[in-house]
Nanobody
Framework: QVQLVESGGGLVQAGGSLRLSCAAS????????MGWWRHAPGKEREFVAA????????LYADSVKGRFTLSRDNAKNTVYLQMNSLRPEDTAVYYC???????????????WGQGTQVTVSS
């Protein structure tokens, strides 16, 4: 089992920045690909970004490319989502996710955190 706890959400103005963190515990964190999904009101949950267990490979949704950066610190069992140039359409609950590889995190991850709210005002 892997337990995931997100933090760092909040309210920010358009154009601003936030950094989300996801702390993992349980099975060896460094062997899992990690990522983020988000769920906005009235929309389906969507993939945001994923990072391999080594940190050498990343995937991003087209809507966040060039604005969001995902990184990980295996010594701290933590992944970070740096979100810059935020837009009102980025408003959503952001969920940390984990699974065995990038493709699975992008498609249907097995492990989920409880979510953290990000609100971007115009």
């Amino acid at each position: 089992q892997v337990q995931l706890v997100e933090s760092g959400g909040g309210l920010v103005q358009a154009g601003g920045s936030l950094r989300l963190s996801c702390a993992a515990s349980g099975r060896t964190f460094s062997f899992y690909a990690m990522g983020w999904w988000r769920h906005a009101p009235g929309k389906e949950r969507e993939f945001v970004a994923a990072i391999s267990w080594t940190g050498s490979s990343t995937l991003y949704a087209d809507s966040v490319k060039g604005r969001f950066t995902l990184s990980r610190d295996n010594a701290k069992n933590t992944v970070y989502l740096q979100m810059n140039s935020l837009r009102p359409e980025d408003t959503a609950v952001y969920y940390c996710a984990a699974d065995v590889d990038l493709a699975t995190v992008q498609a249907m991850p097995h492990y989920w955190g409880q979510g953290t709210q990000v609100t971007v005002s115009s």
